[in-house]
């Protein structure tokens, strides 16, 4: 591998107070440092970040690095799926959970620096993706995109849509508060999947498509579920009271929920979801369902020094 390479490092648009907002300039300098020769780029939204993203990698540099949680993944992997071009990824979010999938230190940064400088010495993993299609209600257009670690879609998805309307507080406890104030109100609905043709129709707090094992800060839906394995691994949790929900509710961060009867798994390699709820993928908000999702085998390569989990 040549000592110095061409980067590319889009950091976080919401990053910009408190502790976390010094995390994309250190990475920067610590990769300048190394020897590398970095493009930092820092805009004010999501949308400006993609335009500058997508000309930088015109240039088709040595590497995409994203700097922030879930949904800057989220929008690299979307840049760089289908090409040469590897991700690396400094995790500095509340969840965090397409690192914990890689292996790669989620709680300390600078662990996570010198992974990723480690990384460069060393061929990229390849992994699968996930592709998501859907119909756009408002513009009648099919529009497609990509997710590395959970699409979700029930009683989570709908505390998401809670917990992104919360001013406070900040983190994870915001998604916990968010539960506690729809738990009140959880409800089954009715689902339609078909995987790989077999149609499965059902009554459940939620269904979650997995290629990563976990969602929200390492909830481990799919405990099971591998980056590399060509399937995807869809949880399904039938109803139950809302004490049986609280007591099962911790359970999720360990994977042994899987031991209830109320919780099934699956796994496919296309899955068509139906239900009356909003999809969130890697914590970002996605679409009402139907959407459709197929695994991608070798659509991805990351800079994650090959550590398997």
Known sequence: MPTSQRLVVAINPSASFGARAAVGPAVVQTLRAAGHDV??????????????????????????????????????????????????????????????????????????????????????????????????????????????????????????????????????????????????????????????????????????????PSLGGGMRLAPEALLDDGLLEVAIVRPMSRAGFLRLFPSVYRGTHVRDPRVEIRRAARVRIEATVVAYADGERVAPLPIEVEIVSGAVRVLSGDRRP
Do not use: C
């Not at 983190?171 to 539960?179: F, K, S, V």
């Open 39 to 212: 493009v930092s780029l820092t805009e004010p939204d999501f949308l400006s970040l993609v335009a500058s993203a997508r000309r930088a990698l015109e240039r088709r540099p040595d590497a995409l690095v994203v700097v922030g949680g879930d949904g800057m993944v989220n929008l690299g992997v979307n840049l760089v799926a289908r090409t040469r071009i590897p991700l690396g990824l400094v995790p500095s979010g509340t969840g965090n959970d397409a690192a914990r999938a890689l292996g790669i230190p989620h709680q300390n940064t600078e662990q996570a620096v010198t992974r990723l400088l480690e990384a460069l010495w060393h061929p990229p993993r390849t992994i699968d993706a996930a592709l998501m299609r859907w119909m756009d209600a408002d513009t009648g257009r099919p529009e497609e995109r990509w997710y590395l670690a959970m699409l979700s879609a029930g009683f989570d998805a709908i505390v998401n849509e809670r917990a992104n309307r919360m001013r406070h507080p900040k983190g994870a406890g915001r998604y916990i508060l968010a539960m506690l104030a729809e738990l009140a109100r959880m409800r089954p609905l009715h689902y339609r999947l078909t995987l790989d043709g077999e149609v499965l129709e059902t009554d459940a707090l939620l269904a979650a498509v997995g290629n990563g």
